[in-house]
């Protein structure tokens, strides 16, 4: 119960912070293409691949996103497609949904898209940058789901860390090449719509 209450308070809190900034920096142009990217990684993550200890993986779209509508309108539009596949489908649970948006809006999205920013300077490389960041999206919010799955007495630590973090470094491959190719192909179709 205590990683319970611990995950929903964070995850309202980051939401309620993302909303409020989000309200300041969004344009008209934006609004169509978060429900875009909603949709997008909607049906991206409806194709899970079960773990361990009734987890399943799947690939998050969350560091996309962030790249496309930018890091705060990114958090909610995650937030949103995991409130309809929780409510809607029982996917990801509505227990869970606290977790749920700590791991993938606010560490694979949110998060993720400020070490894209960070490496992408560092590196002066945008798809390096972007491949790296998109992995880590996955990787960094399965370790923290695992972290709460052994914290709750769920699955001993030993286990559900090593399984859910190598299941995901895969997974994380398919990530990193998805966005990769998605924001090179947004560059030459559409590149005013990138974030930033």
């Not at 344009?27 to 991206?44: C, H």
């Not at 539009?77 to 977790?99: E, P, S």
């Amino acid at each position: 119960m205590p990683v319970l209450a611990a995950t929903d308070i964070t995850a309202v809190v980051a939401v309620g912070l993302a909303l409020r900034q989000a309200s300041k920096e969004l344009d008209e142009k934006q609004i169509p293409l978060m429900g875009v990217t909603a949709a997008f990684v909607f049906g991206a993550q409806m194709l899970n691949f079960p773990i361990v200890g009734g987890t399943s993986g799947h690939v998050l779209g969350g560091l996309l996103t962030a790249i496309l509508v930018g890091p705060n309108a990114a958090l909610i539009v995650m937030t949103v497609v995991l409130i309809v596949q929780a409510l809607l489908f029982n996917d990801g649970g509505v227990l869970a949904l606290g977790a749920n948006i700590i791991n993938m809006a606010v560490i694979g999205s949110w998060c993720c898209y400020w070490i894209y920013r960070w490496l992408a300077q560092l590196l002066k490389n945008e798809n390096f940058a972007a491949a790296i960041s998109a992995w880590l999206s996955v990787v960094l919010g399965a370790v923290a789901c695992a972290l709460e799955l052994s914290l709750s007495g769920t699955v001993p630590l030993t286990v559900v860390v090593p399984t859910m973090a190598a299941i995901h470094a895969v997974i994380g491959l398919g990530e990193a090449l998805v966005t990769v190719a998605a924001i090179a192909f947004v560059k030459k179709l559409k590149p005013e719509i990138i974030h930033g």
